[in-house]
T-cell receptor, first 111, second 111 residues
Framework: GEDVEQSLFLSVREGDSSVINCTYTDSSSTYLYWYKQEPGAGLQLLTYIFSNMDMKQDQRLTVLLNKKDKHLSLRIADTQTGDSAIYFCAESPPGYSTLTFGKGTMLLVSP | SQTIHQWPATLVQPVGSPLSLECTVEGTSNPNLYWYRQAAGRGLQLLFYSVGIGQISSEVPQNLSASRPQDRQFILSSKKLLLSDSGFYLC??????????FGPGTRLTVT
């Protein structure tokens, strides 16, 4: 079955770049997503990438997709304390109405 | 623009009591609707999803049930709560591209 893996924790200093990694097993995934969850809140869709793309950039966010290795990453440039949150990777297999989520990476940004 | 509402925001219920959580979506028609539970371990567990009125798919057998009495209304229920039902319940809706948008969540504590 489908599986999405993420490292559980990442700590960076304010102003540095953060890179959050994700691996998935379903090579037929159509879309891959990054969500952000702040404490006590719902998940916020940050960005998504279609499987025929290698990279997508949106302001401070850069998504890289390596389909061969089934590896997805989210880079946050100039990380701020407000970026501290849990980040979830998710995939959308074709023909399914559901997403498969990873367990989330907790990003802690220290001043 | 589309918005999603959940209520109540927090709930404390004794073991064995009934449960009803409500989710409504505005600004879209015929959305896919989802109920997730997020326990202390942070991962998201998909409980139910619905692709239309009266159509409910259950992902995890348990003492919870879901109903969709109207196009943009999704209800999560239980006749008798268990301690293990405590958690953060999230409702979400999606478009045909399957990216999901989440509500603010309901924090349920079963005592």
């Amino acid at each position: 079955g489908e599986d999405v893996e993420q490292s559980l924790f990442l700590s960076v200093r304010e102003g540095d770049s953060s890179v959050i990694n994700c691996t998935y097993t379903d090579s037929s995934s159509t879309y891959l997503y990054w969500y952000k969850q702040e404490p006590g809140a719902g998940l916020q869709l940050l960005t998504y990438i279609f499987s025929n793309m290698d990279m997508k950039q949106d302001q401070r966010l850069t998504v890289l997709l390596n389909k061969k290795d089934k590896h997805l990453s989210l880079r946050i440039a100039d990380t701020q304390t407000g970026d501290s949150a849990i980040y979830f990777c998710a995939e959308s297999p074709p023909g399914y109405s559901t997403l498969t989520f990873g367990k989330g990476t907790m990003l802690l940004v220290s001043p | 623009s589309q918005t999603i509402h959940q209520w109540p925001a927090t709930l404390v219920q004794p073991v064995g009591s009934p449960l009803s959580l409500e989710c409504t979506v505005e600004g879209t028609s015929n959305p896919n609707l989802y109920w997730y539970r997020q326990a202390a371990g942070r991962g998201l567990q998909l409980l139910f999803y619905s692709v239309g009125i009266g159509q409910i798919s259950s992902e995890v057998p348990q003492n919870l049930s879901a109903s969709r009495p109207q196009d943009r209304q999704f209800i999560l229920s239980s006749k008798k709560l268990l301690l293990s039902d405590s958690g953060f319940y999230l409702c979400a809706w999606s478009t045909v591209l399957y990216e999901q948008y989440f509500g603010p969540g309901t924090r349920l504590t079963v005592t």
